[in-house]
């Protein structure tokens, strides 16, 4: 029995063909101890880790690079909660700066809503602002604010009219001391008056003497200025002269150069005239050339004509011989003429035989032949009335049949008007009840608007009311003039002088041309003719009758 030993730390061997049978055997069976070798753990591991190629070294790298880990680890966790290493003090400003942080942030919070909130009020206080600017700018305030002046302007009136007044009163005595104080100050003025004559008349000698000697100097240079225009006169007559010079040679080059114009243009008339002479002369050669050739073309027309006048003889002459030769000829002729005349009557009487037979002939063909075509032409026409009848027939039906469907559509057509006009009647219907709920719901929205705009102008008018009252006490706690204030502050919107209506009072305008503005129905005039006119009492009334019982 082959046996596994294992001695020194090395694996003798064993069989690899090993029956089953043996291997149940020794795994029954107990170990036998004296074959059996004890080894120390150490070597044990050793053992085993070669027979798993364990590489030793790496691991115990490992293990060490691991227990490094965990101890920095570690001393990352203790040193954590120092407050003395660097990493403690940056940790520590680093929450530091967290925490400002945070209470910036929560102070910026803070700002921005009271920012928010002034923001807000500042807006409100603008929205008021301009809500009281515009109201103030309503024509009515405006007329309110300019009442307002007028008085502001009779209260001023009234305090220069005192003050005017407190002026005269006080003038009176004011005069005496008012004219000692007038003498005193003349008195100083004439003394300062003298005083600066004195020292006038000195500042006018030293301007004298100064003026004097700027004379003097104006003299000098008068002089020298005299010398350079002197100078200047001689050059410019030099140059004058020069000028001239120049001038009379371009004007004698000129005259010389309109001489030569002169006499080219006289040489030239001249030739002219010789010209005109000779082309005189030219003219009445071509004119006695031309002369000269109507003669000779007359000639030679008279000679042309008297030509023709002895052609036409000589014809004329040759004409009457031929004429005399065909007079013969035609005598002789006369009697070959009547041999022929009855030699043809005779040929022309059997040609007119042998023609009539074959008319004959052709008219009897032509008989028989119309009476045939006379013969298909019935048939023909018999045919064609079988056809046309049947046509006829067949048109009659399908109009008869057109007719039916005609019918058919066109009581269609009548129940689909029908119908048609039954959905529109319907939709007629719809819209009419539609346009009356949007008419009525119109009306009901000009309703909610006419009492809204009530509201408004009520409101309006409230507020106004409330201005107005405040403005008119205020005045009339600065001993204003508060008339125009009450009369401008009135009811109702306008500034008519009729009735309110609808928190409006109107204008009421005279009908002609001038459109001026009727007065208010309520005045004295009114009153009175009212009195005279409506008797509170029967017997005063009687009495202003005349009436006495």
């Not at 049978?21 to 101890?33: F, H, S, V, W």
């Not at 010789?274 to 000639?299: C, D, G, P, W, Y």
């Amino acid at each position: 029995m082959a046996a596994s030993v294992v001695q020194y730390g090395r694996r003798r061997g064993s069989s690899k063909k090993v029956s089953s049978a043996d291997e149940a055997n020794r795994m029954i069976q107990p170990p036998d101890l004296r074959q059996v070798t004890v080894l120390p753990k150490a070597e044990w591991l050793k053992i085993q880790d070669r027979l798993h190629q364990v590489n030793t070294y790496k691991d115990s790298i490992r293990e060490a690079a691991q227990q490094r880990e965990a101890m920095h680890l570690r001393s990352k966790e203790v040193v954590k909660s120092w407050s003395n290493t660097i990493a403690g003090q940056r940790q520590k400003k680093l929450e530091a700066k967290k925490i400002r942080e945070q209470i910036e942030e929560e102070q910026r919070k803070l700002t921005d809503i009271e920012e928010a909130k002034y923001q807000e009020q500042k807006r409100k206080e603008a929205i008021t602002k301009a809500r009281a600017q515009q109201y103030y700018q309503t024509d009515r305030v405006k007329g309110f604010h300019r009442v307002l002046l007028l008085t502001e302007v009779l209260k001023e009136r009234e305090a220069q009219i005192e003050l005017k007044q407190r002026i005269q009163s006080t003038s009176k005595d004011m005069d005496k001391e008012f004219i000692n104080m007038t003498k005193s100050r003349e008195d100083e003025a004439l003394r300062q008056e003298q005083q600066k004559a004195l020292e006038k008349k000195l500042e006018r000698q030293a301007v004298a003497e100064d003026l004097t000697k700027q004379i003097k100097e104006n003299d000098l240079a008068k002089e020298r200025e005299k010398l350079e225009d002197k100078k200047e006169g001689e050059e410019i007559q030099h140059l004058r002269q020069l000028y001239l010079w120049e001038q009379r040679m371009e004007t004698e080059k000129k005259v010389e150069q309109k001489r030569n114009i002169m006499q080219a243009h006289l040489e030239h008339l001249s030739k002219r005239d010789v010209i005109r002479a000779i082309e005189t002369q030219k003219q009445e050669v071509e004119e006695e050339r031309r002369q000269l050739f109507l003669s000779a073309k007359q000639n030679m027309m008279r000679l042309r004509k008297d030509k023709e006048t002895e052609l036409f003889r000589e014809a004329q002459v040759h004409r009457d011989r031929i004429m005399d030769k065909l007079t013969a000829t035609l005598q002789e002729q006369t009697v070959n003429e009547e041999e022929r005349v009855a030699k043809a009557v005779a040929e022309r009487d059997a040609q007119l035989a042998q023609q009539q037979q074959d008319e004959e002939e052709k008219k009897a063909a032509m008989l028989k032949s119309i009476t045939a075509h006379r013969e298909a032409m019935r048939q023909e026409k018999e045919q064609r009335d079988m056809v046309a009848h049947q046509n006829a027939q067949d048109t009659l039906q399908a109009k008869k049949e057109a007719d039916r469907i005609f019918l058919e559509k066109q009581q269609l057509k009548a129940q689909q008007m029908k119908v048609d006009g039954r959905i529109l009647q319907d939709l007629y219907a719809n819209q009419m009840a539609e346009k009356c709920a949007r008419h009525q719901q119109l009306r009901r929205e000009q309703h909610d608007l006419e009492a809204k705009n009530e509201e408004l102008i009520a409101e309006e008018e409230k507020q106004f009311q409330q201005y107005t009252k405040h403005i008119i006490h205020a005045a009339a706690e600065a001993e204003r003039n508060v008339l125009p204030l009450r009369k401008a502050a009135r009811d109702g919107i306008g500034g008519g002088l009729g009735p309110i209506y609808g928190a409006v009072r109107p204008s009421y305008l005279v009908q002609d041309i001038t459109g001026a503005q009727m007065p208010k129905y309520v005045s004295g005039t009114t009153q009175n003719i009212k009195e005279l006119n409506e008797a509170v009492d029967i017997h005063d009334a009687k009495k202003r009758l005349g009436f006495t019982w």
